[in-house]
């Protein structure tokens, strides 16, 4: 069974420019979750899915992030305009039924230069 | 709000070593608590997990136990593999979203 799978690994982008990361959660899993792990520290949630509703936004920084879930399965992150307090690790996850397990995918290194 | 408290790292062991890495928690309610496992360059890992009071939760020599009496979960492994070495991860269920601790790194040497 494949894993919760992000794209890219990877991004450098210079600040003040938009940058988008993807998530493609774990066959049936209808509840998907990003979190946000700074460098030494825990990750921290920014927007959860049930299917295609954000349930759970509060801790989602809406002036410049944003985020969809069209059809229930795939999702993205979008951060327009970025800043250099952006740089950090974006985690994607995904569980069923919203249960205690949750799966991660690897993370997107995002560097704002 | 429900809070996670880990032991600061890095935590420094020679194989085959005993490790502990404690964790304490706040929280309303009762929630299940967990272990994840982060290695270099990968995603977070379940490592173990422990849903009422006074369950145990264990897998790959890891052992936790819920202690509610003093809001505890350590983490244990009664002889380290240089493999272990990670960032371990407390963490609780709180209205339906996990709340980590800061994490805590071992370094297992040869």
């Known amino acids: 069974e494949a894993g919760v799978v992000q794209s890219p690994r990877y991004k450098i982008i210079e600040k003040k420019q938009p940058v988008a990361f993807w998530c493609n959660p774990i066959?049936?899993?209808?509840?998907l979750y990003w979190y946000l792990q700074n460098l030494g520290q825990g990750p921290e949630l920014l927007i959860r899915?049930?299917?295609?509703?954000?349930?759970?936004d509060s801790q989602l920084p809406k002036d410049r992030f944003s985020a969809e879930r069209l059809k229930g399965v795939d999702s993205t992150l979008k951060i327009q305009p970025a800043e250099l307090g952006d740089s950090a690790v974006y985690l994607c996850?995904?569980?069923f039924g919203g249960g205690d397990e949750q799966y991660f995918g690897p993370g997107t290194r995002l560097t704002v230069t | 709000g429900d809070s996670v408290t880990q032991m600061e790292g890095p935590v420094t062991l020679s194989e085959e070593a005993c490790l502990t890495i404690?964790?304490?928690?706040?929280?309303?309610?009762?929630?299940?608590l967990f272990w994840y496992v982060q290695y270099p360059g990968e995603g977070l890992q379940l490592l173990l997990k422990?849903?009422?009071?006074?369950d145990k939760g264990s897998n790959k020599g890891f052992e936790a136990t819920y202690r509610k009496e003093t809001t505890s979960f350590h983490l244990e492994k009664g002889s380290v593999q240089v493999s272990d070495s990670a960032v371990y991860f407390c963490?609780?269920?709180?209205?339906?979203?996990?709340?980590f601790g800061t994490g805590t790194r071992l370094l297992v040497s040869p």
């Open positions: 899915y049930e299917n295609e509703e954000a349930v759970d």
């Open positions: 404690n964790c304490t928690y706040t929280a309303t309610g009762y929630p299940s």
């Open positions: 066959s049936g899993h209808n509840t």
């Open positions: 422990a849903t009422k009071a006074d």
């Open positions: 963490a609780l269920t709180g209205f339906q979203k996990l709340v």
């Open positions: 996850a995904s569980s």
